[in-house]
C-alpha cells in the first residue's frame, strides 16, 4: 500500500534576526526643553494664576531619558518652578499623568508612566506641595503628543504632565 | 480512529460567573458507512515533530446542499491557512463528486496527487436545523479516514466549517486543531493621539466581529477565561485604571479586587479561579493574584522594580513574567506561590509579554534588539530560542489552542499608521495578515469552543 508522507526539508529556522542589528539604538538625543520645545513660548496674555500662566510661564511637563524615571537637570528646574507657583496658588487639584513613547511594550509602558508620575510627584512632594493635593494616572504610550515615528517624537511622548485639574479622560 | 466529540458543560464558579457554553452545543454522531474497516493505524499522517513541514496536497470538494459551498470554502481556507495544507485547485478535479457518500473514484484524485479528499453535503432538515456530513478520504489508501455528521442551528453554520477543519487537521495530524475558537482583541479608530479603543470578539479567521464596548473609556490587553464566557481586561472607566472581569454576552463587567491602586496586564489561571496582574504602588509593580470566588489576594513578588506580564504554565504550577529588576526587560520563572524567581532570558536585547503556550513546552515573548520588535519563542528554561518574525514593531503573542501558531501585533510606522493583527505558526514559515475592521491590537485566542 502506498504511504502517503509529508516530505520534509531543510532545517526549520533560517535567520530571520539577519539585520536586526542595522536599526540602532534610537535612545540618545536632546530632551526637548518643555514648554519652549513645544512652541508654547508665547507669553502673550496669560494672567498670573491661570492655567496658561502655569503652561506657558511655568511649562506644565517634563521628559525623560528611554525607559528612564530619572529627572534630569531640565525637569528638576522645571519642577522647581512647579513647586513654587503650586505653592502660591494653592486652589488647583494636580494630577501628574506619566506617559511613555511608542517604542516599548504596553504593559511596561503602563508601568513605566506610572514610575515617571511617581518620581515627579515625589520630586514635588520634597518641594513642599501637599501629597494629599496630587493625584497620579499612567497612560502608558496610549496617549501621545507627537505621531511621528522617530526620536524628535518619542522624546516629546516620554514626559509627565503637571495637569491643575482632575485626570482627563 | 473516530473520536466522538465532548460537550462537556463547566459550572457556573460563583456570582455574576455563569456557566459557559451560551454558545448552542452542536449535536454530533458519527458515521461509517460501507463496512469499511479503518485500519489500525492511520496511514495518512502529517508528522508535526518534524522541523519543517511540507503542506500536504489536499482536495476539498465543494460540498452539496444550500450552505455546502460555503462550508467547504471555509475548511479549505481554514485547512491552508494553518501552512500544514495545500488545497488543490478545484480546476483540476477530474471526478465531479455527485454522491458525497459514495466512494470516490480514488485513481482521478491520484492523478492530480491529492493525497487526501474531502467530500460532504450540508442540508436544511424539516425543523430549521441545518445538518452536515462530510468524509475524508485516504486517496492512495482506497479507504475513508474518518466521517462524521453534525446537526446544528443555522446561526451556527460558521462553527459547523470550523468543526469540520478541527476534525481533518486532528485525523490527518494526530493533533487537535484550533480553528473552532475566537479571538478578543482592541479596535482601535481615531487619531494616533486620542485612539478610540474598543473591546471586540471574532472567530479566529476574523469573521463575525463584534464590539463589546463603545470605545467612551480606554481599554487595554482583553485575555480569556479557559473556562467561562468572560474576559479580564484592563480599563480606565472613571480616570481610574484597574482591570476589570466582564461577561461575554452579557456585559455585565466589575472590577477585579479591592487593590489601593492602579492594576493592569491581567490573566486569568488555568482554572480560570484566579486572576494574576500587577499592582503599582508609588511606581513600583509588584504581581498579586485575587481569588475569584473567596476574594483572596496573594502578593507574590517583591521588587523595587516593574514585575508585569505574568503568565501561568498549563498546569499551574509555575508563572513566566517580565522584570527590569536587573536593569532591562528580562523573562524570569516562578513557582505558583512565588519565590525567588530564575531569569531565563540572556540574549541581547529587553525581552516582555512572556506567554506559555497551552502545550506547555515553549514561551512565546517580544523581544526588543538593535531598534526592532520581534517575536520569538524558547523553552521554559530558556534554551531554545527561535524569533519567528521581526520588524518596525511587533508585540504582544497569544497562542492558539493546541500549541501551534500564534497571534500578535504589527505597527506600522507614523502618524498615520496604527496596528493589524497577524499570525505566525511555530516554524516562522507561514505569517499572515488578520483581516480587522479597523486596526486592532491586544489579541488573545480562546480555548477550543465546546
Not at chain 2, 467547504?72 to 458525497?100: E, T, Y
Not at chain 2, 463575525?208 to 487595554?220: I, P, Q, T, W
Not at chain 2, 476589570?244 to 454576552?249: N, P
Not at chain 2, 524558547?378 to 501558531?405: A, C, F
Request: contains cysteine.
Amino acid at each position: 500500500m502506498p504511504i502517503a508522507r509529508s516530505v520534509l526539508k531543510s532545517p526549520i529556522f533560517i535567520a530571520l534576526a539577519v539585520g536586526l542589528a542595522l536599526a540602532g539604538c534610537a535612545s540618545k538625543k536632546p530632551l526637548p526643553d518643555n514648554a519652549n520645545g513645544l512652541g508654547l513660548n508665547n507669553n502673550g496674555g496669560a494672567s498670573p494664576g491661570s492655567q496658561q500662566d502655569f503652561t506657558i510661564n511655568v511649562g506644565d511637563r517634563v521628559f525623560f531619558e528611554t525607559d528612564s524615571s530619572a529627572l534630569t537637570q531640565t525637569a528638576r528646574a522645571t519642577l522647581d518652578k512647579q513647586g513654587q507657583w503650586l505653592s502660591q496658588y494653592t486652589n488647583y487639584p494636580i494630577t501628574i499623568e506619566g506617559h511613555a513613547d511608542e517604542r516599548g511594550t504596553r504593559e511596561y509602558n503602563i508601568a513605566l508612566g506610572a514610575r515617571r508620575a511617581a518620581a515627579t510627584r515625589d520630586y514635588l512632594v520634597a518641594k513642599g506641595v501637599p501629597r494629599n493635593r496630587i493625584k497620579t494616572i499612567s497612560y502608558g504610550k496610549e496617549r501621545p503628543v507627537a505621531v511621528c515615528d522617530d526620536i524628535s517624537c518619542w522624546s516629546q511622548n516620554r514626559r509627565a504632565v503637571t495637569q491643575l485639574a482632575g485626570p482627563t479622560g | 480512529m473516530i473520536h466522538m466529540k465532548k460537550s462537556s458543560l463547566i459550572d457556573g464558579a460563583k456570582g455574576f460567573r455563569a456557566s459557559a457554553n451560551s454558545a448552542k452545543i452542536l449535536i454530533l454522531s458519527l458515521l461509517m458507512l460501507f463496512g469499511i474497516s479503518v485500519a489500525a493505524h492511520a496511514k495518512l499522517e502529517l508528522d508535526l515533530t518534524k522541523g519543517t513541514i511540507e503542506p500536504l496536497p489536499i482536495a476539498i470538494t465543494n460540498f452539496s446542499g444550500d450552505i455546502g459551498a460555503e462550508t467547504s470554502s471555509i475548511v479549505s481556507s481554514n485547512l491552508k491557512n494553518s501552512g500544514l495544507f495545500a488545497p488543490i485547485d478545484p480546476a483540476a478535479f477530474i471526478q465531479q463528486i455527485s454522491d458525497p457518500n459514495a466512494v470516490p473514484r480514488f485513481e482521478d484524485w491520484r492523478v492530480i496527487n491529492a493525497q487526501a479528499l474531502v467530500t460532504g453535503t450540508v442540508s436544511k432538515e424539516g425543523d430549521g436545523r441545518l445538518k452536515a456530513e462530510f468524509r475524508l478520504w485516504d486517496v492512495f489508501g482506497n479507504e475513508q479516514i474518518i466521517g462524521q455528521q453534525y446537526f446544528t442551528n443555522p446561526n451556527n453554520s460558521r462553527r459547523l466549517a470550523h468543526i469540520i477543519s478541527d476534525a481533518i487537521y486532528k485525523a490527518l495530524t494526530g493533533e487537535s486543531g484550533y480553528f473552532d475558537s475566537r479571538i478578543v482583541f482592541v479596535d482601535e479608530t481615531g487619531p494616533k493621539t486620542k485612539r478610540v479603543k474598543r473591546l471586540a470578539i471574532m472567530d479566529q479567521d476574523g469573521a463575525n466581529v463584534r464590539y463589546l464596548s463603545k470605545g467612551g473609556e480606554l481599554v487595554l490587553t482583553p485575555r480569556f477565561s479557559p473556562t467561562h464566557q468572560e474576559i479580564t481586561y484592563m480599563s480606565f472607566a472613571g480616570g481610574n485604571p484597574k482591570v476589570y472581569l466582564r461577561q461575554i454576552e452579557t456585559g455585565q463587567y466589575d472590577v477585579v479586587g479591592d487593590f489601593p491602586g492602579m492594576t493592569f496586564s491581567p490573566r486569568f489561571s488555568p482554572d480560570g479561579q484566579k486572576v494574576i496582574m500587577s499592582l503599582n504602588n508609588d511606581g513600583i509593580s509588584n504581581i498579586y493574584t485575587m481569588d475569584l470566588r473567596s476574594r483572596t489576594t496573594i502578593r507574590l513578588t517583591n521588587s523595587n522594580a516593574i514585575d508585569t506580564s505574568p503568565s501561568y504554565s498549563p498546569d499551574g504550577s509555575q508563572i513566566v513574567f517580565e522584570s527590569d529588576r536587573g536593569g532591562r526587560q528580562q523573562l524570569y520563572v516562578m513557582g505558583a506561590n512565588g519565590g525567588e524567581p530564575s531569569r531565563i532570558s540572556f540574549g541581547t536585547g529587553s525581552y516582555s509579554t512572556p506567554v506559555w503556550s497551552p502545550r506547555g513546552d515553549l514561551i512565546a515573548f517580544t523581544k526588543q534588539s538593535g531598534g526592532s520588535f520581534l517575536i520569538g519563542v524558547m523553552k521554559p528554561d530558556g534554551s531554545k530560542e527561535r524569533i519567528l518574525t521581526e520588524g518596525y514593531h511587533n508585540e504582544g503573542p497569544t497562542w492558539s489552542p493546541n500549541g501551534r501558531v500564534l497571534m500578535f501585533f504589527r505597527e506600522s510606522r507614523g502618524a498615520n499608521g496604527g496596528s493589524k493583527l497577524y499570525s505566525v505558526d511555530i516554524t516562522g514559515r507561514h505569517e499572515r495578515q488578520i483581516p480587522t475592521p479597523s486596526f486592532a491590537s491586544d489579541p488573545a485566542w480562546s480555548p477550543l469552543l465546546e
